[in-house]
């Protein structure tokens, strides 16, 4: 499942819902899950439904080509078959509002805690609350790959830092860095929609003293060199990253990658250290995989 999660994000999927009718009855059998008003999905026996959100933009063509591609690739190396792939029309306000019961206040630092904009909570005084509202951008704050980031900000970043967050999605990773200490981030996005919804979440913050965000192509054109460079894309993405951020890195500095499926995991080092940088950590959580690095 997580290698499809993986596939979605790559194609540029805003959100992503998976439907097992099986996982939701063995919660509602051993009484683990709060299932009020939860239907059982309309799944043929030992399948599951993966639903994904592509925004309806002049790159939706591209978008979808893209999905047909790795899909097929994956059947004939990896033995995937029995897929079914079927599109429908979503109003985005629709999108935009249905998951929201689903996103609840949560500590995933030390310190960190992501709140939704439309929900009260009660800081500790140790508390850096993330307020957020992802709209149609990726990105609540609660992914193990955004997990995994925040926390290795935590660690490695410095009062003072200076930070890019490449493909910023909802602005989570720039907020948390501003929280931090950092005296200056900027994000980048190739997604409008994501730079549009970075930028209300960095007001909402109080952070735009501290963070901006610009659209961009990965680091294409990017002199600054700053203290710490953290991407939460995918492996691909890294790889192809990795000349631009060996650029603008310079020695001693941190590169913290996240967004990386584990069976990619020992392809994404072998690059990373190909191109100058030493493996300071990797960091795992279930499928998923984060690796901090330091500039040679």
């Not at 989570?172 to 997604?191: E, Q, R, T």
């Not at 990017?222 to 790889?239: Q, R, S, Y």
């Not at 995991?265 to 072998?270: M, P, Q, R, T, Y």
Request: aromatic share 8%.
């Amino acid at each position: 499942m997580d290698a499809l999660a993986e596939i979605f994000e790559t194609v540029g999927a805003v959100g992503m819902v998976v439907e097992d009718p099986q996982l939701i009855a063995d919660y509602i059998a051993n009484n683990s899950w709060d299932h009020h008003d939860v239907e059982i999905p309309d799944v043929p026996p030992g399948m599951v439904r993966l639903k994904a959100y592509l925004p309806v933009d002049s790159r939706i063509d591209d978008r979808l080509a893209l999905l047909q591609e790795e899909l097929i690739a994956r059947e004939n190396t990896e033995g995937w078959a029995g897929h079914r792939i079927t599109f429908n029309d979503l109003l985005e306000e629709d999108w935009a509002n249905a998951w929201k019961a689903f996103f609840k206040p949560e500590k995933v630092g030390q310190r960190i805690v992501i709140c939704p904009s439309w929900e009260n909570y009660k800081a500790f005084p140790d508390d850096l609350v993330i307020s957020i509202d992802p709209g149609m951008a990726f990105g609540t704050g609660n992914h193990p790959t955004t997990v995994m980031c925040i926390r290795a900000l935590e660690d490695y970043l410095y009062e003072g830092d200076t930070v890019i967050d490449v493909g910023t999605g909802s602005g989570v990773l720039a907020i948390a860095a501003a929280l931090l200490g950092a005296s200056s981030v900027k994000a980048f996005d190739n997604d409008p929609i994501a730079i549009n919804v970075a930028r209300e979440n960095i007001e909402l913050n109080n952070m735009e003293y501290i963070a901006t965000v610009q659209e961009n192509d990965l680091l294409q054109g990017i002199e600054e060199k700053p203290d710490l460079l953290v991407a939460n894309i995918v492996a691909d993405v890294i790889i192809r990253m990795l000349p631009q951020a060996a650029q603008v890195l310079q020695s001693g500095k941190v590169f913290i990658a996240s967004g990386i499926i584990q069976h990619r995991l020992d392809e994404v080092v072998e690059n990373i250290t190909t191109h100058g940088f030493t493996v300071e950590e990797l960091i795992s959580h279930g499928e998923w995989a984060a690796i901090v690095s330091r500039r040679e």
